[in-house]
């Protein structure tokens, strides 16, 4: 317990010191939901005022920037430049190790969601949520799942100088095509059948539905197992493929 | 007490073997030093010692322990500086140190281990402003800051200035002084005599010569005598340096001529493990 406790902090520390990841995981979805709050906010989307209908895209725009993006790259970072190798000397568990660092980062998505709140009630008037168990286990089982994928594509990667640019062509389109900014109900049918698959569409659909429309969590099965299978695919590429040491040469 | 033991050990990489059949011991409180050039199989064999790679054949023991079975127990009680000193750029000296401690159940003190390896002034600086020495320092911090028994250090002072590989032998002689056990490899033979107690020659895998440095040295019993003569220069063997030179010296004054640049030299470890690994390429 001592251990889980000194390494979350160590971990909330370096998570404080990036500024990379300040900036493009944590300030950025709040930096959109100003902008594009303030441009359409006003319209009605899906019969239902943008900025509502923003703030829940928002929310999983940031799931996936920080759980999955975030995640994904520092692992790779630290991976490639020995950090992790090094680690493993040391009498540090891997479970402890491992569960600091999705600890860290799913704090850093609980700060962002307050945030994005926040700025919504305060900038926006919109109304806080209500049905907030259900909320509360739907942005749980999204993080933990983007953290699963996160972890699983770092063995796609095999330098720290790639890592970014592979992460950034994942999730920037996903967030686009599953409707994180805008309404997907206009996109052309080809989007719309890639969206199908993408496992940050339901989870839109699953915050939607339980931000705007008062549905509670276990009336989303679809939607819930959609995403809990693409966070279990993750981590059982990572329990097969995971690497603690740099890819040499 | 043997802190480690080693009996044909094996490791291969596709078709390349790496480790072919090495067998040796250390004891507790020694300093051991695998002395090789690149591509020997020091890095190698020391990371499977420290459990980062599984042998093919051969037995290992570390502290008592089979490094490919260990636990965090077993972790306690080693320090390890690899070849390529991996830490956390935002952080500050202190605040490394400090995440290391934390693994341990009995550090040492984060300021001790400051000074023990010279960063005092550098201790509330950040990581990625440490120069490429201060840097290895601080990673014998690292290995450090647990208080291990046994201390595996690669190469652990490759691309230092003259001044700082002084600054790190001490060091590394202090450790030895509290009793440490130290496994060390290196490629620079300078290095291996000043500190260890006794070296393994590895080349291509295998151990080609162990024993005391000076015993080593002492193996080859020939002086060298070097001088120049009508601008050529002369160099003599011998294993009876005293008469030689006498005939020499002898006949220079009463011919009243100097012996221009004399030198008088016993083979160092470098003459050693050059003509060990000659002989090894000639095989």
Redesign the interface.
Known sequence: MRLLWHELKTELLLYTRSRELAFFTFLLPMIFYVLLGSTYGKDTVDGVKGTRFLEAGMIGYGAISIAFAGLAIVLVIRRENGILKRLRATPLPAWIYISSVLGAFLLAFAVEVIGLVVIGRVLFGVALPDRIGSLVLALLLGAVSFCGLGIGVTSLMRSAEGASAVVNAIYLPMSFISGSFFSPRHFPSVLRAIADVLPLTYFLRLVRNVMLHGHEIWTQGTNVAVVAAWGLAGVIVALRSFRWEPHEG | MTAIAVRDLRKSYGELEAVSGISFEVQEGEVFGLLGPNGAGKTTTVEIL???RRRDAGEVEVLGTDPAAAA??W??R?G?V?Q?????E??TVA?MLK??A????KPRPVDEVVELVGLDEKRDNRVRLLSGGQRRRLDLG?ALV?DPELIFLDEPTTGFDPGARRRAWETIRGLRSLGKTILLTTHYLDEAEQLADRVAVLRHGEIVASGPPAELTGAVQQTEIRYRENGREVVLHTDQPTRVLHELTDKALSEGRELDGLVVRRPSLEDVYLSLTEEAEAR
């Not at chain 2, 390529?84 to 956390?88: C, E, L, R, T, W």
């Not at chain 2, 934390?102 to 159940?105: K, Q, S, V």
């Open positions: 420290e459990g980062y965090g127990d972790r306690e080693i390890v690899l390529s000193s991996a830490m956390y935002t952080l605040e995440v290391f934390g693994y341990y159940r690292l647990g």
